[in-house]
């Protein structure tokens, strides 16, 4: 057997506050796809971090084309043919894909047509569409992507890390990534892409190597294995959805927020939300599909008093909120998780009680005189803390020290019980694992048997078919549409997603 | 708790390093350091009146400190103490004089003590203001608004607030009846000892038991999120910068009324930066800037009497070297401590993982 290209061999990684990786091993071959398959936290993108040289290994060995190596830092890595596409893009906005590409690879002075001409060479024989002389900054998130792959293919990469590169994209592009991966393959070279989605895994990989909590669970090959085995191997525990039920018509329930033309942008710049019209009803969950940064956060933002609607009124329960405090909003009943846990939702630095306080300052309930009622405060929370099953031991740990999972069914509880009447959840479940998102899942729908209206924002399609009863697509903060669940194919959904009408869809009218 | 006491620990260590290398340094200037502090303690502690001058000096530190602290909470820099400061005593100087002959003592008193918080918070309010209402950097404007109230207070002691002989850039001092009285006989340790303690007990009360001190709190470790929650930063950022300057103002009261008993040109100069460095040294915590300003006060006094030994010429700046030197111990040993922490938990780590 020939000599593998990469060979780790019994790698671990320690954190200060966790194992990262434990014993980790496995090889890639030459021509190889391999998928590196687990969920958030299963130590996926520590480990391939390591081969690039962002982290240094603990213990262990790891082996180049046979040759043992001690890989310092990615320019390292790099000589050696291996590239590395993070999940979030390093590339400089400002810059043509050009510029970024020859970055660091130059040296006095830089012939930049010559650069180009080679470029699009590469890109040619790929199948590559991109601009090479616009500024990345005014290019679609798949063309970034691109970019970053022609960097790799620049410094005749041989080895190519992806990590959840499909995260960002249309369905469409997704596919234009796989063929990709096909193609570059086909060449004698290697890829090991790193993925929680199994569509893509049966799609393009030879091997699969299924990762939880650090360790590797199990190395199968493709064509040994199918999508409920990897799952199985992947959570460790069967998970089983919450039942929509499709026969109630929401459409006759008492309408709870109410979008009317609202538009929303900032000074002298174009619109990030465009003449945004509808409704929610009691008891209903309302889906918002679309590539992230197509005016979800925004919308939220609006609806939340964030930032306040340039054009439009917002309703909620009759009652003009257009313009009114953040504040008034949350003690009118409206819950709101933001998409940005350590940014909006949580201090991090303080404690939970704390935590839930944030949302409980301006009542009389929770404060005597201004003074904090904290015997009352901190019961609650322990009773919280119980209720949504939050991996802490009481009131008083500081956020931080929780999962990221924990911190989010932590926000969760509270907000449900701040919204009484609207809850806004964009992208509830970014980045948890699959037993934190099974469990908030469950709230969401106890929230809405309990007659709340639910907006809940996704890029994650199956979430949107799992939980909505009507979706709404978003494109460049407009609405593509208003469509009942079930109406519409993950292919016309992605179709609409990347901007393009469906003629021959019939709209569900409001 | 524990990692409370690890705090304290690191900290008191930290301070006796910084003394060991100060005594170090003494050894450059040929003089046998145990035997000048040996001598310089023993003067301190077997005076009474020694002793108690470790409370005064450390009196208005506690405030100046607690008005650094205090803003610390909302992550906001206040580096302007020592104006806020200097306001408190302009206008406690000028309520003392106007007033002494009118009302009782201990109504004055009070007066003055409203005043001198009012001053002083009127000068974080502009602060505060500016920072709220132009993005103003907190740090350069609250620098620099020292500078102001300085040359305001020259002005004012050049004209209306100038003594009767019209001869120094001072006022007159103020009648017994305006002091702070003394609280243990035998030394100048007043009132405002006692003052400075409640207060720094009353800031923390109110930052870690309040509505408002949470809010102050959240706003510090993450406006985005205190935002989120209804909570105004900006309304936040003028409340703190008031209260802040207000602690500082009422250092204006036990220096005037306890202490010096006039104001004159360069009144205290070095208390404003004092105070940042010991509240540093607290790391921001109410309680600790009551002990970090004793230390202070107490490496003043050692300072001064080490000045005074006969025939071993020690400068009396000495003193500056060191708490600088002992500053500098404290702020590195944040960052042992972090290390040394971090490297403990990778290390149970690696054995439960083995």
């Known amino acids: ?510 | 708790m524990k990692s409370r006491a690890n705090i304290l620990l690191y900290n008191i260590g930290a301070v006796i390093i910084g003394l060991i290398i100060s005594a170090i340094l003494l050894l450059f200037m040929k003089v046998n350091p145990l035997d000048v502090c040996g001598q310089a303690l023993g003067k301190i502690v077997s005076d009474k009146y020694n002793l108690g001058e470790v409370l005064v000096k450390a009196t208005p530190l506690i405030f100046t400190s607690l008005a650094f602290a205090f803003t610390y909470n909302a992550n906001l820099f206040n580096i302007g103490a020592q104006g806020q400061f200097l306001m408190g005593s302009i206008v406690a100087v000028a309520l003392s004089l106007k007033l002494q002959s009118i009302v009782p003592t201990f109504i004055l008193l009070i007066i003055v003590l409203i005043g001198s918080a009012a001053g002083g918070a009127f000068m974080g309010g502009l602060i505060g203001g500016a920072k709220a209402k132009f993005k103003a950097n907190e740090f350069l404007v609250s620098m620099m608004s020292t500078y102001v109230v300085s040359n305001f207070m020259d002005y004012l002691l050049r004209t209306s607030l100038q003594e009767t002989k019209a001869e120094y850039m001072q006022t007159d001092a103020i009648d017994k009846a305006a002091y702070l009285p003394t609280i243990l006989p035998g030394t100048r340790v007043h009132l405002g000892f006692v003052i400075a303690v409640l207060f720094a007990i009353g800031v923390w009360v109110l930052l870690n038991k309040t509505t408002l001190g949470f809010q102050i709190r959240a706003v510090g470790k993450n406006s985005d999120a205190a935002n989120l929650g209804g909570i105004k930063p900006t309304t936040i950022y003028v409340i703190s910068f008031m209260i802040a300057g207000g602690l500082a103002g009422i250092a204006g009261l036990t220096e005037i009324n306890g202490v010096q008993h006039m104001l004159l040109r360069d009144f205290n100069a070095s208390i404003g930066s004092y105070g940042i460095g010991i509240a540093i040294l607290a790391n921001g915590n109410p309680i600790g800037c009551i002990f970090a300003s004793i230390l202070f006060g107490f490496l003043n006094v050692m300072g001064t009497t080490m000045g005074r030994l006969p025939g071993l010429n020690i400068p009396a700046s000495i003193i500056e070297l060191i708490e600088g030197i002992v500053m500098a111990c404290v702020i590195i040993s944040y960052a042992v401590r972090r290390i040394v922490e971090n490297k403990k938990k990778k290390k149970q780590m690696r054995k439960a993982g083995a």
Request: charged share 25%; glycine share 8%.
């Open chain 1, 1 to 510: 057997m020939a000599v593998p290209a990469i060979d780790i061999q019994n790698v671990s990684k320690y954190f200060a506050k966790v194992i990262a990786n434990k014993d980790v091993s496995l090889t890639v071959e030459e021509g190889e796809v391999v998928a590196l398959l687990g969920e958030n936290g299963a130590g996926k993108s520590t480990i391939m971090k390591i081969l690039y040289g962002l982290y240094g290994k603990d213990e262990g060995k790891i082996f180049v084309r046979g040759e043992e190596v001690n890989i310092k830092n990615p320019a390292d890595a790099m000589s050696r043919g291996i590239a590395m596409i993070q999940q979030h893009f390093s590339l400089v906005p400002t810059h043509t894909a050009t510029e970024n590409i020859i970055l660091g690879n130059v040296h006095g002075h830089v012939n930049i047509k010559e650069h180009e001409k080679k470029l699009k060479e590469i890109a040619l024989k790929y199948g590559f569409d991109v601009p090479v002389d616009v500024p990345v900054g005014q290019l679609a998130v798949g063309q970034q992507q691109k970019i970053e792959i022609l960097k790799a293919l620049y410094i005749n990469t041989s080895i190519l890390i992806m990590d959840e590169p499909t995260a960002v994209l249309t369905p469409q592009e997704s596919d234009n990534l796989m063929q990709f991966i096909k193609d570059f393959t086909a060449k004698g070279n290697s890829i090991v892409f790193i993925t929680h989605k199994m569509k893509e895994v049966m799609e393009v990989a030879d091997k699969i190597v299924v990762m939880r909590n650090g360790v590797v669970v199990d190395t199968v090959k493709r064509e040994d294995t199918d999508e409920q085995e990897l799952a199985k191997l992947m959570i460790g525990e069967p998970i089983i959805p919450p039942a929509r039920d499709e026969s109630i018509d929401y459409m006759n329930n008492d309408v709870v927020l109410s979008i009317k033309d609202v538009s929303f942008g900032e000074k002298n710049a174009v619109d990030l939300l465009k003449d945004l019209n509808f409704d929610i009803h009691k008891g209903e969950i309302f889906g918002i599909a679309g590539v992230s940064g197509n005016g979800q956060d925004e919308l939220c933002d609006v609806i939340s008093g964030l930032k306040h609607a340039t054009k439009g009124t917002i309703v909620l329960d009759g009652e003009d909120i257009t313009k009114a405090s953040i504040k008034k909003r949350n003690t009118m009943g409206i819950g709101y998780c933001p998409v940005d846990r350590y940014r909006d939702a949580m201090v991090m630095d303080m404690t939970l009680a704390e935590n839930i306080f944030l949302k409980h300052w301006w009542d009389k309930e929770w404060s005597n005189k201004g003074f904090i009622r904290i015997k009352k405060l901190n019961e609650y929370t322990n009773e919280l803390i119980k209720r949504h099953r939050v991996k802490a031991n009481d009131y008083s740990d500081i956020a931080r020290g929780l999962s990221g999972g924990n911190q989010q069914k932590v926000v969760l509880g509270r907000e449900v019980d701040l919204g009484k009447k609207l809850l806004i959840f964009n992208q509830p479940t970014r980045g948890l694992d699959m037993g934190a998102v099974d469990r908030i899942h469950h709230v969401i729908s106890e929230e809405k048997a309990n007659g709340k209206a639910v907006l809940l924002i996704s890029t994650e399609l199956s979430e949107i078919f799992e939980m909505c009863d009507r979706i709404a697509v978003m494109h460049g903060g407009k609405m593509m549409g208003i469509y009942k669940n079930g109406d519409l194919t993950t292919e016309q959904i992605g179709l609409l997603m990347a901007g393009v009408h469906l003629e021959d869809e019939k709209e569900v009218a409001e």
